[in-house]
């Protein structure tokens, strides 16, 4: 267990739907992270937030948002789902915002399917 | 555009040999790298990290090896064991603020017996 709780671990939609995938970082940590992982893809950097404020984007589309609330969970949420946002979603959490040796402790995943 | 990227994208090794996994990466501006394992279903796994002012870290296994001159990233895995079949990602760090880690796309490693 890493500490990084994500929630739910398989979720299974239509196109045109929208979700909510919800990340509960490490105790500690104050920035959380989403990255998207689609089938033999690598890892790619969504968004981040650092204490409750984005700190930086990635390549998210206008249908995603995100938002990380006062107790430091963070939600993404994904709308007018299409086949293609079919993938692994992580949230990955680490200690601090700013630049240096900040390594990423990420969560299982929540896997989504768009049918 | 600038990315991460690795040499190969599978690699076989046997059982008891030795693994060495590379990455080259474009940004000369990154500082800080981190390599991770991800089994299957599972999320990435922390191995190892180095920073730019560093050409070689070693772990329990594990080394990891920089070179700024050609922007070059090596993990190499002693003693391959049948645990270490996984996929493995290089990441490096970017940008002013936080952790903007690049991931590159990945390197299947499997271990045959």
């Known amino acids: 267990d890493s500490g990084v709780t994500q929630t739910p671990k398989h979720l299974i939609t239509a196109t045109g739907q929208r979700v909510t995938l919800r990340c509960s970082p490490r105790s500690g940590d104050l920035s959380v992270y989403w990255y998207q992982q689609s089938l033999d893809q690598g890892l790619q950097f969504l968004i981040q937030?650092?204490?409750?404020?984005?700190?930086a984007k990635g390549n998210i589309l206008e249908r995603f948002s995100a938002q990380q609330f006062p107790d430091l969970h963070s939600e993404l949420n994904l709308s007018s789902l299409e086949l293609g946002d079919s993938a692994l979603y992580f949230c990955a959490s680490s200690p601090a915002g700013g630049s240096g040796a900040n390594v990423l402790t990420f969560g299982a995943g929540s896997r989504l399917t768009v049918l | 555009g600038e990315s991460v990227g690795l040499h190969l994208p599978t690699l076989s090794v046997q059982e008891g040999d030795n693994s060495i996994i590379n990455c080259a990466y474009s940004n000369s501006a990154s500082d800080y790298f981190i390599w991770y394992k991800q089994e299957s279903g599972k999320g990435p796994q922390f191995i190892i990290d180095?920073?730019?002012?560093?050409d070689k870290r070693q772990g329990q296994r594990v080394t990891v090896l920089l070179n700024k001159t050609v922007k070059h990233l090596s993990l190499q895995i002693a003693a391959t064991q049948p645990g270490d079949s996984a996929v493995y990602f290089c990441a490096e760090s970017r940008g002013n603020y936080g952790q903007n880690f690049v991931f590159g796309p990945g390197t299947r490693l499997s271990v045959l017996p």
């Open positions: 180095i920073r730019s002012n560093m």
């Open positions: 937030y650092y204490n409750g404020e984005e700190r």
